[in-house]
């Protein structure tokens, strides 16, 4: 938040992926931190020098020190600090934190996803709607693509939130705020993994779009292919419809 507070120098990595100091800082911290605390695990995080070694490990932590960095450049407040914890590739533990509000998202595997904020709790259920014409759809502020438009209209939704940071989108999601959350932009595991772990606690469901359920921990580290989160209800319908348009998508 003190780099935030000022202007900061914006470098690019690959892809002209802005990166500042703000998520180099956040990433030594929590880096250092879980060395020290869980020193026999693996560990993934985007700003640190990829470690092979990790592959061999069951337990490996998957951290985005900075979820969001255009929307802290642009000084919006939409994003956030992202640590998970998988175990044998499955996200077992998730934490989202947006560190404007002081809001906290978290999820365990079996003990059910929490949100806090000012030290208020609340507990995290996805909604229960079923039909997909009174669906909100939750997308993307700065990637709102022709196909996420298509099926949209193909869905019949009028309903659409834009929300910068994928860990702030699904925590609409689970919440229950939203119903539907569409992507085609190329998420990294970093980008994944936290708030897949508090979406499941929360009942929903998250596949690509082709309907196969992410596992992490991957050579690369490995991408997902577009991405479709749900409450659950009718997730696979959502597919179905989705499917003649997937030509759509950038190859």
């Known amino acids: 938040m003190a780099h935030y507070q000022q202007d900061v120098i914006v470098e690019y990595k690959e892809k002209r992926e802005p990166v500042t100091i703000a998520d180099r800082e956040a990433d030594h911290l929590i880096r250092t931190g879980l060395q020290v ?88 259920h996805v909604s229960q709607q079923r039909d997909p014409s009174q669906m909100c759809l939750i997308a993307s502020r700065s990637h709102y693509t022709g196909f996420v438009d298509a099926a949209r209209h193909k869905l019949g939704i009028d309903s659409v939130q834009r929300l910068g940071s994928v860990g702030l989108k699904m925590g609409q999601l689970s919440q229950g705020a939203c119903d539907l959350y569409l992507a085609t932009r190329v998420c990294k595991e970093w980008d994944l993994c936290a708030p897949h772990a508090i979406l499941l606690e929360a009942g929903g469901v998250l596949t690509d779009l082709w309907g196969k359920v992410p596992v992490y921990n991957q050579p690369g580290p490995a991408e997902c292919r577009g991405l479709l989160a749900s409450n659950g209800q009718v997730h696979d319908q959502i597919l179905e419809a989705c499917a003649p348009l997937l030509h759509m998508l950038e190859r």
């Open 37 to 124: 605390a869980f020193p026999g695990d693996g560990l993934l995080s985007e700003e640190a020098e990829d470690d092979p070694a990790r592959l061999d490990k069951e337990r490996v932590w998957i951290v985005d020190p900075l979820d969001g960095t255009t929307e802290f450049i642009d000084k919006t407040g939409e994003f956030v600090v992202q640590i998970a914890l998988t175990v044998a590739g499955r996200p077992v533990l998730g934490v989202v934190y947006q560190p404007v509000h002081n809001l906290v998202y978290y999820g365990v595997q079996g003990q059910g996803a929490s949100a806090e904020q000012d030290g208020r709790r609340t507990e995290l």
